[in-house]
């Protein structure tokens, strides 16, 4: 089934085709950026006046006006809906694995706006909550790409939506991992106080499993402070959280042992590298082939761990294998990775990383 864009869709595809950012666009209409946001994201409802200047202003010759004023489109009761979003979903995820942040979100993120626009109009209940779930679903890994993309703005913004999509759909855990997306970012920030915080917020839900993964971001922002005492108890909760929960939905689902890949980060930052480096050299070879994106971004870590216990030409060759796969996934949390250990060989300065380092700087710098 086909359906036509909605106002908000509508809007913002004719801003990006016009080349102009929001901040632009608040020079051409009488909204604020923030209220811009929210009409883009199909959190206002469109009045006429509104209809008739965003028309005005991006030439769209009566087009949106006519999506204002066209009544809300139901569809019907029909689990293949479901099933149709729920297989797209998997193939946006294993597209994901593989390709740049750009490529996969070019796809995704207008199915988040889709997919919520149908849970609106849906004309049953049953129906109205699953398609909320999977509007949610779709936002939250639309964050994690953004996060991907060096975008932390339009990653909480993209997690935001998901709490509530989620919340709709009868799901209000989502709101407790959120905070453990939070707390990652306070990590990537190198923001220890914060990491903690946010973790320990998360780690008040009821569900085992947002427990586990928020227990695993308290040990890393533990060990980003330096204290080894409390990071020790906290992987130690997250190992037997862990083992409660069968399968778990939230994190990773590339890594067959999540707290054990806490832990080895975390001996990391603690300076127990060659208990770091031991453990991503046994956890690696079980990430799976096609999950490029993890594969690359464990495998630098484990590159770090080894050069800093001092085994830098091993670690050189190691990030030398990968060089090809992070210009392939363009992440931008790999690069923050890249970037120390690019540090390390100025620091270092080993014969052996030469060519190494020059091929870090060309990926750091392209563009």
């Known amino acids: 089934m086909l359906l036509s864009p909605t106002f908000a869709q509508e809007v913002r595809r004719l801003r990006n085709e016009r080349g102009l950012s929001l901040s632009q666009m608040t020079a051409l209409v009488p909204y604020s950026k923030g209220h811009l946001s929210k009409i883009e994201n199909g959190q206002t409802r469109p009045s006429p006046e509104m209809a008739r200047v965003f028309d005005n202003a991006l030439q769209a010759q009566g087009r949106l006006k006519a999506l204002a ?50 849970a609106r109009s849906a004309d049953d209940p049953g129906l109205s909550r699953g398609l909320w779930l999977l509007a949610a679903k779709y936002a939250e890994y639309a964050g994690w790409m953004e996060q991907e993309r060096g975008d932390d703005a339009s990653a909480a913004e993209l ?10 759909g009868g799901d209000p855990e989502l709101e407790a991992y959120a905070l453990v997306r939070s707390a990652e970012f306070a990590l990537y ?27 695993q971001r308290e040990a890393q922002g533990y060990a980003l402070a330096g204290a080894a005492t409390r990071c020790q108890a906290a992987l130690d909760r997250a190992a037997e959280l862990q083992r409660a929960v069968s399968e778990s939905p939230y994190g990773t689902k590339s890594v067959v042992d999540q707290v054990a890949i806490a832990t080895a980060w ?101 563009g």
């Open 159 to 168: 997690t935001r939506r998901a709490v509530q999509y989620a919340a709709k």
């Open 266 to 366: 975390s001996f990391h930052d603690l300076g127990r590298h060659a208990e770091a480096a031991a453990i991503l050299d046994a956890q690696l070879p079980l990430i799976a082939p096609a999950a490029l994106r993890a594969r690359t971004r464990f495998g630098l870590r484990r590159a770090l761990a080894h050069a800093e216990a001092g085994e830098v030409d091993h670690a050189c060759e190691l990030v030398a294998t990968l060089l090809d796969d992070i210009r392939q996934v363009q992440s931008a949390t790999v690069h923050i990775d890249l970037t120390a250990f690019s540090r390390l060989l100025s620091r270092l300065r080993p014969a052996s990383g030469r060519e190494v380092a020059g091929e870090i700087s060309d990926i750091l710098f392209a």
């Open 69 to 118: 004023d066209a009544p809300v489109r139901p569809i019907p009761s029909d689990d293949k809906v479901l099933l149709t979003y729920d297989l797209m979903f998997d193939q946006h995820r294993s597209l994901g694995h593989r390709s740049s942040p750009d490529v996969v979100l070019a796809g995704l993120r207008p199915q988040v706006d889709i997919i919520s626009t149908m």
């Open 189 to 215: 920030r190198g923001d220890a106080r914060a990491t903690v915080g946010f973790a320990r917020r998360a780690a008040k839900s009821r569900s085992t499993a947002v427990k586990a993964v928020a227990a």
